[in-house]
């Protein structure tokens, strides 16, 4: 989510520069002021998801998994063994735990882990 709303602040940016060209004979405060609104609803709507304490989620695709134990070993808090496959312990992630999690997903060597 963070990823699209940066790119659509630098298209933003894209159009209040061609705006600041249109604008030629208007002061670089002007330009400032365009980029500020056109990008401040982006801002606010990031601030927002941050602030309402959106969690990451966590599955792993059993299909995919081949037991290799790789996520449990590098966050056994929210992973464990079930059978042949590993398994979510909980889906939604505590923030202390996110880097680890991160870390587990791109330590699976089938990249059964989804990051949501």
Do not use: H
């Not at 500020?36 to 792993?60: D, W």
């Not at 398994?87 to 060597?109: F, G, H, W």
């Amino acid at each position: 989510m963070a990823g699209q709303l940066i790119l659509q602040v630098l298209d933003i940016l894209v159009v209040c520069q061609s705006c600041r060209i249109k604008l030629q004979d208007k002061s670089i405060d002007n330009w400032i002021l365009l980029s500020f609104l056109y990008v401040q609803p982006i801002l606010n709507q990031i601030l927002i998801s941050k602030q309402s304490g959106e969690t990451m989620k966590i599955r792993v695709n059993k299909e995919m998994c081949i037991g290799d134990e790789t996520c449990v070993e590098v966050c056994p808090e929210l992973f464990e063994m079930q059978g042949d496959a590993a398994a979510a312990k909980m889906e939604n992630v505590p923030k202390d735990l996110e880097d680890k999690v991160k870390e587990a997903a791109t330590s699976c060597p089938v990249e059964a882990i989804i990051i949501e």
